[in-house]
């Protein structure tokens, strides 16, 4: 057990990182107050025994000394407290920004392997659970020496009345740690349940517009009432055992303070001990219960806080697949894009297979195609998420994982589906990207936004409900096409961003496009019949292979695949779940 809890503190601290004054203030700070409550039972007893004695100078010294020990424990118990604070919130920053560098670096199989749910709760609550670790380890190092002492002045007091409050200490103790074993378990299990339903909550908020259009509650309901009713199980039996331990326990108390007070009365009787010692024994059998009491909490939140430990670890030991960026940094940017002989490949499942393709600057290309041929995939090589198993992409003639991070990201920008939008004003949106108001306000008019804002009450200072509930999809995209004008990027990949957009708003696409295209090297993701018109040429992907190249004209006349995708005119099929 020893070793069990001496591997959990490793990988607490090792995680923690934890300044080592924090640590040591800590535990200085509980061994001085735990120290002093220690004394209070020991000098109140003096102060009846010479109270009986009828000496009344040391009775005096006594209560000066009961005194002063009890402003002592409290002003350690005060520097305890803060320093736990300090602790509390320098582990909560520390871990929050390694978990948060740590997603910004991760690849697209993350949520793989680490669902949304887990890892929400991981950081609402594994973090802070994590931070009060410090304190758990100070009160399990210093309730074990408090109940080691007392026993020894018990000890040296009665070796009859010490073997009673050993034996009950190691009962005790067993059964405490038993039924706390148990809880801890099936708290786990609940924790795995919690984050299934919090997954599942989270997908249901995101993909309310498909669930009202298909009626998929009733089903996701019933996974709900599944995932409630294990949760709930588990809950139950955690509680259950609850109830047996603090049950049990309270009758292991209740025995061995009745035998206490039968062997304190024959003592008594007998003159061996007299009030005071009788007081003294009594109290601290009472502070044994709360030392152990303690001390069973502590290494019982230990083990729960371990459960925290690994799943931030879980997080942060996630093996992405590595990524090396280049040292090529300017600013000197044409914006021609070429993929020479690509292919990629997951696990032995070639989803690419040797795409050639020049597209140049000012030139607007539309990748089609249906859903599962690629297009989705040929976009996540454009933005870095993967490298191509053979091949190689460059732009202007340089690979594109030779460009530093920073160069990159900053010439070439997506505009996703569903564009996230932060709860903050319309301006602190914009200001992520460029604070420069006349700019913001020439990328909002290019985007064809600007006289949507001039009409809220508070213009650009309007503030966004969470992800802009409180504008339509359409507004919403707007806004972030105009964000991703602000990034001045020569590339712009469009990934099907009229999926949202309302009919009206779906009119100002092509001229919007125009626009960009005298500045820009637009590629464009879309379903949309009369989009794919607009592009100067049109990519027509199926099962990874490029099938065929050309304008509207000259694809309509001969490319089956291009014909179909031409007279699918119904917007309530477009986009619904194409994870190609």
Do not use: W
């Amino acid at each position: 057990m020893i070793k069990e809890y001496y591997n959990f503190i490793k990988d607490y601290l090792k995680l923690a990182e934890l300044k080592i004054k924090y640590v040591v203030i800590n535990i200085l700070s509980a061994f001085f107050y735990k120290g002093f409550s220690i004394l209070l039972p020991l000098i109140a007893s003096m102060i009846i025994k010479y109270l009986t004695d009828g000496n009344e100078q040391m009775s005096y010294y006594c209560l000066i000394a009961f005194f002063i020990t009890y402003v002592l424990y409290n002003i350690s118990l005060y520097i305890n407290y803060k320093v736990y604070g300090f602790s509390i919130n320098y582990c909560y920053d520390k871990l929050t920004n390694k978990v948060l560098n740590k997603l910004v670096s991760v690849d697209n199989n993350f949520t793989r392997f680490i669902s949304k749910g887990r890892l929400m709760n991981s950081i609402n609550s594994d973090i802070i659970d994590i931070g009060d670790m410090n304190d758990r380890i100070s009160e399990v190092l210093m309730g074990t020496i408090q109940i080691i002492v007392v026993l020894l002045i018990v000890f040296f007091y009665n070796i009859y009345l010490a073997f009673i409050l050993i034996l009950f200490s190691i009962i005790y103790i067993i059964y405490r740690n038993k039924f706390d074993r148990k809880i801890n378990y099936y708290h786990n299990k609940v924790v795995i349940q919690d984050d299934k339903y919090s997954t599942l909550l989270t997908q249901i908020v995101s993909g309310l517009q498909e669930i009202k259009t298909f009626n998929m509650l009733p089903k996701l309901k019933g996974k709900l009432n599944i995932i409630q009713s294990k949760f709930s199980k588990n809950y139950s039996i955690k509680r259950h055992y609850y109830t047996l331990r603090d049950n049990d326990v309270k009758v292991i108390i209740y025995i061995f303070r009745f035998l206490l007070y039968i062997v304190l009365l024959i003592l008594l009787f007998q003159k061996k001990i007299d009030v005071s010692g009788l007081v003294l024994i009594v109290s601290y059998h009472e502070y044994l219960v709360d030392y152990i009491d303690t001390l069973i909490s502590a290494t019982s939140t230990i083990r729960e806080v371990n459960t925290a430990v690994n799943r931030v670890n879980d997080i942060l030991n996630y093996d992405s697949k590595e990524i090396k960026f280049g040292t090529i940094d300017t600013n000197d940017i044409y914006g021609m894009i070429e993929f020479k002989n690509v292919s990629l490949k997951f696990k032995d499942v070639e989803v690419l297979h040797n795409i050639n393709l020049k597209i140049d600057h000012n030139e607007v290309v539309a990748i089609v195609g249906e859903a599962g041929s690629g297009k989705t995939v040929l976009f996540n090589l454009l933005l870095r998420l993967f490298e191509p198993t053979k091949g190689k992409i460059t732009l202007d003639n340089i690979n594109i994982y030779d460009f530093s991070k920073e160069t990159y990201s900053s010439n070439v920008s997506v505009v996703n589906q569903k564009p996230f939008i932060f709860n903050m004003s319309i301006r602190r949106n914009l200001d992520f990207v460029d604070s420069n108001r006349e700019h913001q306000i020439e990328a909002c008019k290019k985007a064809g936004i600007h006289e949507f804002i001039e009409t809220l009450p508070n213009g650009y200072n309007t503030i966004l409900r969470e992800n802009g509930s409180n504008i339509s999809g359409g507004q919403k995209q707007m806004i972030s096409i105009a964000r991703t004008i602000l990034s001045d990027a020569e590339v712009l990949l469009l990934d099907d961003i009229t999926t949202a957009l309302d009919p009206d708003t779906a009119k100002l696409v092509p001229k919007l496009i125009n626009n960009l295209k005298k500045d820009h090297t637009i590629i464009m993701i879309t379903k949309k019949p009369d989009l794919m018109k607009e592009a100067d040429r049109i990519v027509v992907l199926d099962k990874g292979k490029i099938n065929d190249v050309g304008t509207h004209k000259q694809l309509i006349e001969r490319n089956e695949i291009y014909q179909m995708l031409q007279s699918r005119k119904s917007p309530s099929r477009i986009g619904v779940f194409d994870n190609d």
